[in-house]
């Protein structure tokens, strides 16, 4: 099992910025690639970005590029959603995600993803 928690969510105007962070404990941390995703009100889940086990290659959605910055740091089992000029759209719980089953590649699908986190809230106000 792994579990993971994130933080870092709230409110902020928009233009501003955000960072989210995701603790993971449980098992090896870098046996694992790493993901966000997020639910806005009313629709579904979406991925935002995705790493893969060692930080050497990243994915982002079309709405995240230029944005939005993954990372991660495998001494601290922890992994990062750097969020730089926030829009309304941007409101969403977002979710931190954990996949062992494509030997540390990232995966951007929600059912791809083994282990997830509660979720932490970003509003972006206008």
């Known amino acids: 099992q792994v579990q993971l928690v994130e933080s870092g969510g709230g409110l902020v105007q928009a233009g501003g910025s955000l960072r989210l962070s995701c603790a993971a404990s449980?098992?090896?941390?870098?046996?694992?690639?790493m993901g966000w995703f997020r639910q806005a009100p009313g629709k579904e889940r979406e991925s935002v970005a995705a790493i893969n086990w060692s930080g050497s290659s990243t994915y982002y959605a079309y709405s995240a590029k230029g944005r939005f910055t993954i990372s991660r740091d495998n001494a601290k089992n922890t992994v990062y959603l750097q969020m730089n000029s926030l829009k309304p759209e941007d409101t969403a719980i977002y979710y931190c995600?954990?996949?062992?089953?494509?030997?540390?590649?990232?995966?951007?699908?929600?059912?791809?993803?083994?282990?997830w986190g509660k979720g932490t809230l970003v509003t972006v106000s206008s």
């Open positions: 995600a954990a996949t062992g089953r494509y030997g540390g590649i990232w995966s951007n699908k929600v059912d791809g993803m083994d282990y």
């Open positions: 449980g098992r090896t941390f870098s046996d694992y690639a």
